[in-house]
Antibody, heavy 124, light 108 residues
Framework: EVQLLESGGGLVQPGGSLRLSCAASGFTFGSFAMSWVRQAPGKGLEWVSIISDSGGTTYYADSVKGRFTISRDNSKNTLYVQMNGLRAEDTAVYYC?????????????????WGQGTLVTVST | EIVLTQSPDTLSLSPGEGATLSCRAS???????LAWYRQRPGQAPRLLIY???SRATGIPDTFSGSGSGTDFTLTVSRLEPEDFAVYYC?????????FGQGTKVEIK
């Protein structure tokens, strides 16, 4: 059974930093591209970032480009996102997400599996 | 950026009834790269449909997707109690991959 377990969320002041982790199990982690998707309280879903199976290719939403860095450690089956320069509008539940293949092969960039999410609150 | 607009915002129905949800794109979604997700209260989303019409693993045939170009539809032939939730469409034809604002299916 695929499991994605996020951690690292919490309360941080504007301008601060936070690193989220996602521990994956139940599948060959190093064979799949992974994403972060977020959801502000009471709002819809927003794709944040994606990283290829090897970690060699990354994409970011314009709203986080230059502030967030996605990475992965395939030896530890773990996905990360380093979030710097946090703003109030970054407040959201952050979901770790598995895509169907190594990196949108055949154009497939949807989410097959979702974690339960971790809440990040940016506030004074 | 492709903008997805879902309608209606809220659908009030009774268990056992059918539901039809719409997702309209601001420009053509090539190769029908469109997915649907269901999100129950307090839970993470779950993949229902990908490629506009292919059911994900474990999804019953009461769920079906259709459409192409700019107009897509999710149909639930018979609503079970656990189907009262928010539904999102997502396009992955071009980056940034975007979601619709969601349609809430509530119990009438």
């Amino acid at each position: 059974e695929v499991q994605l377990l996020e951690s690292g969320g919490g309360l941080v002041q504007p301008g601060g930093s936070l690193r989220l982790s996602c521990a994956a199990s139940g599948f060959t982690f190093g064979s799949f591209a992974m994403s972060w998707v977020r959801q502000a309280p009471g709002k819809g879903l927003e794709w944040v970032s994606i990283i290829s199976d090897s970690g060699g290719t990354t994409y970011y939403a314009d709203s986080v480009k230059g502030r967030f860095t996605i990475s992965r450690d395939n030896s530890k089956n773990t996905l990360y996102v380093q979030m710097n320069g946090l703003r109030a509008e970054d407040t959201a539940v952050y979901y770790c997400a598995r895509t169907p293949n190594d990196f949108c092969r055949g154009g497939d960039c949807y989410v097959v599996n979702w974690g339960q999410g971790t809440l990040v609150t940016v506030s004074t | 950026e492709i903008v997805l607009t879902q309608s209606p915002d809220t659908l009030s129905l009774s268990p056992g009834e059918g539901a039809t949800l719409s997702c309209r794109a601001s420009q053509s979604v090539s190769s029908s790269y469109l997915a649907w997700y269901r999100q129950r209260p307090g839970q993470a989303p779950r993949l229902l449909i990908y490629g506009a019409s292919s059911r994900a693993t474990g999804i019953p045939d009461t769920f079906s997707g259709s459409g192409s170009g700019t107009d897509f539809t999710l149909t639930v032939s018979r609503l079970e109690p656990e189907d009262f939730a928010v539904y999102y469409c997502q396009q992955y034809a071009s980056s940034p991959w975007t979601f619709g604002q969601g349609t809430k299916v509530e119990i009438k």
